[in-house]
């Protein structure tokens, strides 16, 4: 890759983030409304899920950033249960699994 390209890959995840960042404060935390049962759960094929590398099982990411033991249950942008799907502040109005893992994982305060 070169370093056009990986400014250009930058500046585009930038103005995602920024993009996801307005839409949940804009919408006041909707989600965190909704049942998780009844949210449709982020897709592969999802541009903030390929923006932030989100995998539905954190053991199978291949990312460097990934530690091991990070997952979306122990981050602090996910608001569901600890198995399962539950609703997460960077996906608005869709369910992740808990076991899953992204490059935006922030560990919940103890």
Same mark, same amino acid.
């Given at each position: 890759?070169? &370093?056009?390209? *990986?400014?250009?890959?930058?500046?585009?995840?930038?103005?995602?983030? $920024?993009?996801?960042?307005?839409?949940?404060?804009?919408?006041?935390?909707?989600?965190?409304?909704?049942? $998780?049962?009844?949210?449709?759960?982020?897709?592969?094929?999802?541009?903030?899920? @390929?923006?932030?590398? !989100?995998?539905?099982?954190? +053991?199978? *990411? *291949?990312?460097?950033? &990934? @530690? $091991?033991?990070?997952?979306?249950?122990?981050?602090?942008? !996910?608001?569901?249960?600890?198995? +399962? !799907?539950?609703? =997460?502040?960077?996906?608005?109005? @869709?369910?992740?699994?808990?076991?899953?893992? =992204?490059?935006? &994982?922030?560990?919940?305060?103890?």
């Amino acid at each position: 890759m070169s &370093h056009d390209e *990986s400014n250009e890959s930058r500046r585009r995840f930038l103005k995602l983030a $920024a993009g996801t960042t307005a839409a949940v404060v804009a919408m006041g935390g909707l989600p965190r409304l909704a049942r $998780a049962a009844d949210l449709p759960h982020v897709d592969d094929s999802d541009p903030t899920a @390929k923006a932030l590398g !989100y995998v539905e099982d954190a +053991g199978k *990411s *291949s990312n460097p950033k &990934h @530690k $091991a033991g990070d997952t979306c249950a122990n981050c602090q942008f !996910y608001s569901g249960g600890p198995t +399962g !799907y539950g609703p =997460c502040a960077l996906f608005p109005g @869709k369910a992740v699994n808990a076991k899953g893992w =992204c490059v935006s &994982h922030s560990p919940k305060a103890k």
